[in-house]
């Protein structure tokens, strides 16, 4: 993969993104707390028969961070600006994308903004249909972290300082996996490297105090009058403690061509952790 750097800034945002392969195109869009190479098992899968860019999205990795004003400048309808931006960029064309984690989010963004630039859908939690299910104490248990990320006392504790970053950071990777996955050093010194400068750990939460969080949106959530109408894979983990797979139940209400696949085995990374079947799954896609 050869790095590259968005050309056009979109709202004074430029993206940094990585491309490999050719033919159809498809986008990756990574999570929290992740950044492009989150797909790095994923994106040698599928070049073999695509054209694959994955962006750091807005405030990650090396793309641009800026701090003011999160409640527009990093929401899921900004994100996908960015990511709208770089399609037309790059001339892309009808794209297929991919993500989980915030990446889903921001890929169901585009294809209700712009399903003209959106061949398909390739997804995993969170998905809409959630509702105040979200509130019940088992899964406040998991949501804490979204609270605790709109309080300035998590920037005073953990931004510019590589050792919370790391320790903070780690109990996500492991926590939410699968039983017995831990991230590997190698990993996390990578993930430091990216959240620990001053700013950027900060940078990335704004996507919480934008209150594009799964705790805020799947309380303002409401049955659209139009579906997304863009062909959906949902990916939906085993042993994701975020998103049980009960939740699935009422992905119809939101999305009109959705296909629900159970990705047993995996916990909520599935990018990492089930890289075959999301890249087959991808790839499946671009023949659609």
């Known amino acids: 993969m050869t790095g590259m750097r968005q050309e056009t800034a979109i ?18 869009l990574h999570g929290w707390p992740g950044d492009r190479t989150d797909y790095r098992a994923v994106a040698p ?30 929401s899921a309808a900004a ?16 794209a297929v994308i991919a993500g989980y984690d915030i990446g889903s989010k921001i890929a169901q ?13 390739v997804v995993a939690p969170p998905l809409p249909g959630i509702g105040d299910r979200i509130l019940a104490p088992r899964a406040q248990r998991e949501f804490w972290y979204q609270a605790f990320h709109n309080l300035e006392l998590s920037t005073e504790l953990v931004d510019g300082q590589p050792g919370a970053v790391r320790a903070y950071l780690r109990h996500f990777w492991s926590h939410w996996s699968r039983p017995g996955f831990e991230p590997a050093s190698e990993h996390l010194d990578h993930l430091v490297s990216v959240y620990g400068p001053p700013g950027a750990f ?65 916990g909520h990374f599935s990018p990492l952790e089930a890289p075959g079947e999301f890249a087959a799954a991808v790839v499946a896609a671009t023949r659609r």
Do not use: M
């Open 11 to 28: 709202d004074g945002f430029r993206l940094a993104y990585e491309r490999t392969g050719s033919g159809p195109a498809v986008l990756l």
């Open 45 to 74: 899968l599928v070049s073999a028969a695509a054209d694959v860019i994955v962006p750091d999205l807005r405030g990650f990795g090396e793309s641009d961070k800026h701090l003011a004003d999160p409640a527009r400048q990093y």
């Open 79 to 94: 994100q996908a600006r960015s990511v709208i931006g770089l399609i037309g960029e790059l001339r892309l064309g009808p």
């Open 109 to 121: 963004a585009v294809a209700r903004d712009r399903p003209d630039l959106v061949r398909a859908l």
């Open 202 to 266: 900060a940078a990335s939460i704004a996507w919480y105090r934008a209150g594009a969080g799964a705790v805020a949106a799947s309380l303002a959530e409401r049955v659209p009058e139009h579906r997304i109408e863009v062909p959906t894979t949902v990916l939906w983990p085993e042993h994701d403690p975020l998103f049980p797979r009960e939740w699935s139940d009422r992905i119809g209400e939101f999305l009109a061509a959705a296909e629900l696949v159970w990705l047993d085995g995996a």
